[in-house]
């Protein structure tokens, strides 16, 4: 019998052939295995306080996990159901990282550094940042985070602030143009007014020197007297008249005006809670910080703030937070808490309008799952985190243990500084144009009241340009007549040399006869 004779392309077939068999059996009803199909060991911190992100519950005998439940939980959940509905089988058993009496047994990082020892994977509200990446991979985030500074809306009152209110709504250079334009309204209407408060008085009865000296300073409240008390001085020229109509109109104006400066300086000293800020942290020694006990956050505060370790205390739970706070630093407790913004985000939500988020934030890289260095399961997870954060299921989530959306955006509204305040004062440039006008205005109507005072000069002018036209008209009749005379002269000279010229010619002629 003949051996059956098989080419290179059959041997090729065959073993592609057997490959993908051996696939198939590896694999149940098409499902790929991650990390060989085992079952991922996935470690949770335990902490008392924040427990809508991790709240785990142990079994007090055993000290096994009995429930896990939270944000982070139920985002990890999602993931790993979207892994499974692309065709990977993934299998997953929370351990609790806990103490033989069934608190924590260590910092975040001492939780992180067990990886791969003791755990595959850790899950929970773990902060991305640069020192845990040399001994873990992080994946994607799932939740933004930043850190930024609590603290408490005091209610005291600045007194030195509050007593010179009604100076605020104008700034000093614009009070500085109000009482200059005042001076220039009152000595133009003096100086308009000047010869009939002296017809009046009579040429042969001077005022006292009293009064006297009292109508060379009127000029100072001469324009509020007469828009207050017309009948006390009265104006008698209708420029006069004129000016203080538009002194009377620009008063109107910035009296609106500084009504209107004033009630929405008050209104939102009102709004705008008074508390510390990061620069008053800063320059007084004399304010202790918190911070979340068994954070990072510790060490940005000594590191990058350079703050002194004696002012720092840590804190685990919301109550302990809201005492610290309402303690203040005289009374043992503190006058900020420095923590990353979820955290804060839920204490507001629980503790009420009496508390802000203030201060600048210090960027993160947000909260994310951790695996081994170099495993090759971060970057399925990490797509995973992209295609659940973008689906209406983290909507959801988010929804379910912070509020809505909406609640947020109150939060950030309510953000601000009391250190930094910008001032609403009104300028001089606001009522530029206006004092142009005004001012404009008024030297006219002075101009037109005043004609005596230039109609002199102009008359004076006149006169010396018809005495120049008079002697200019009498130099060029002098030239003209001269040069008539001339040309009589020149015509007679002419006539007496033609009548020389014929008596010669006859003399000559009766020469020749001879």
Not at 6 to 31: E, H, K, N, P, R
Not at 85 to 114: C, P
Not at 373 to 400: G, P, W
Request: aromatic fraction near 12%.
């Amino acid at each position: 019998m003949a051996k059956p004779k098989f080419s290179y392309y059959d041997y090729v077939c065959l073993i592609s052939f057997i490959v993908w068999f051996i696939a198939q059996l590896g694999t149940c009803d098409g499902v790929v295995p991650l990390l060989g199909g085992k079952k991922l060991i996935i470690g949770v911190p335990k902490k008392p306080g924040f427990t809508q992100f991790v709240d785990v519950q142990v079994n007090p005998s055993d000290k096994q996990l009995v429930k896990v439940t939270g944000f982070s939980i139920e985002v990890f959940n999602a993931t790993t159901t979207h892994l499974q509905n692309i065709g990977f089988n993934v299998s997953v058993e929370f351990r609790a990282f806990v103490n033989d009496i069934g608190g924590s047994a260590g910092t975040y990082d001492t939780l992180l550094q067990n990886i791969p020892g003791q755990y595959d994977a850790v899950v929970g509200d773990v902060t991305i940042v640069a020192n845990r990446s040399n001994y873990v991979d992080l994946t994607l985030p799932y939740a933004e985070s930043g850190v930024k500074m609590l603290v408490k809306v005091r209610q005291e009152q600045n007194w030195n602030k509050h007593m010179w209110n009604f100076v605020r709504p104008f700034s000093w250079d614009l009070w500085l143009s109000i009482v200059m334009f005042s001076i220039f309204i009152g000595c133009t209407l003096r100086f308009m007014e000047r010869h009939v408060h002296n017809e009046n008085a009579g040429p042969g009865n001077p005022p006292p020197p009293r009064e006297q000296l009292n109508k060379a300073v009127s000029f100072l409240w001469l324009p509020l007297t007469q828009a207050v008390l017309p009948e006390r001085e009265s104006l008698v020229k209708n420029c006069s008249r004129f000016v203080l109509v538009l002194w009377l109109i620009l008063a109107g104006i910035l009296m609106q005006s500084y009504t209107a400066s004033l009630s929405s300086i008050l209104t939102v000293d009102q709004l705008q809670p008074d508390y510390i800020g990061l620069n008053d942290v800063m320059r007084d020694p004399q304010i202790n910080v918190g911070y979340q006990r068994d954070s990072f956050v510790r060490d940005l505060l000594v590191d990058r703030l350079k703050l002194d370790e004696s002012r720092l205390k840590s804190f685990r739970t919301i109550e302990e937070y809201k005492d610290a706070l309402d303690k203040g630093s005289r009374n043992g407790g503190v006058d900020a808490i420095f923590d990353e913004a979820p955290y804060i985000k839920v204490f507001l939500k629980e503790c009420g309008p009496s508390y802000a988020m203030s201060g600048l934030s210090y960027h993160t890289g947000g909260f994310g799952f951790a695996f081994p260095k170099n495993s090759s399961i971060t970057s399925y997870f990490s797509r995973a985190i992209l295609n659940v954060t973008e689906s209406d299921a983290m909507e959801q989530i988010e929804r379910k243990y912070f509020g809505s959306r909406d609640d947020d955006e109150v939060v950030e509204q309510n953000k601000g500084s009391s250190s930094e305040n910008t001032s609403t004062s009104l300028t001089t440039y606001s009522f530029g144009g206006l004092f142009i006008v005004i001012g404009g205005l008024t030297f006219l109507a002075l101009v037109v009241s005043e004609s005596g005072i230039w109609r002199k000069p102009m008359m004076l002018a006149k006169t010396y340009s018809k005495t120049l036209v008079v002697r200019y008209s009498k130099k060029a009749s002098q030239l003209r007549k001269g040069s008539t005379i001339t040309r009589d002269f020149n015509s007679s000279m002419n006539k007496d040399n033609k009548s020389n010229n014929q008596q010669t010619i006859e003399v000559y002629d009766v020469e020749d006869v001879h």
